[in-house]
């Protein structure tokens, strides 16, 4: 891990609440975190990834979704998953998957979290 991504794993892990609430031109909202590292990765291409795949998704019936990125060798591959388990990763199968051939984001991975339309970092659940 390069030490810009330590700092920004660091830097994340800080946000545990949201002061501001931004709204994605999808109609999904999301955090100062999630703002946080789109300005700093210059990612903002990601909230439109993760703003595109939950906004048809969010219902009543599916209230809380985990969006993750995983980077390996410049390309991603995102996947939105209804519930997530770090310990069972497999567990639960992905109800959206799209690979990115190209990207320099930092971090080998990161997680969201999507209630109810706000799109958020752990954290600040």
């Not at 995983?70 to 770090?86: N, Q």
């Not at 930092?106 to 752990?122: H, R």
Request: with cysteine; net charge positive.
């Amino acid at each position: 891990m390069t030490s810009t991504a330590a700092t920004l794993k660091a830097d994340l892990a800080q946000f545990t609440g949201t002061e501001q609430v931004y709204r994605h031109m999808f109609g999904m909202k999301f955090t100062d975190g999630v703002k946080y590292m789109a300005d700093v990765a210059k990612a903002y291409w990601l909230i439109d990834v993760i703003a595109s795949h939950a906004q048809k998704r969010v219902n009543r019936s599916r209230p809380f979704m985990v969006a993750r990125l995983v980077v390996k060798d410049g390309s991603a591959t995102f996947t939105l998953h209804e519930d997530w388990s770090d310990s069972e990763p497999k567990k639960f199968k992905a109800i959206a998957r799209q690979r990115i051939p190209f990207t320099d984001f930092p971090l080998e991975s990161i997680k969201f979290y999507v209630c109810s339309g706000l799109i958020m970092l752990p954290s600040e659940y």
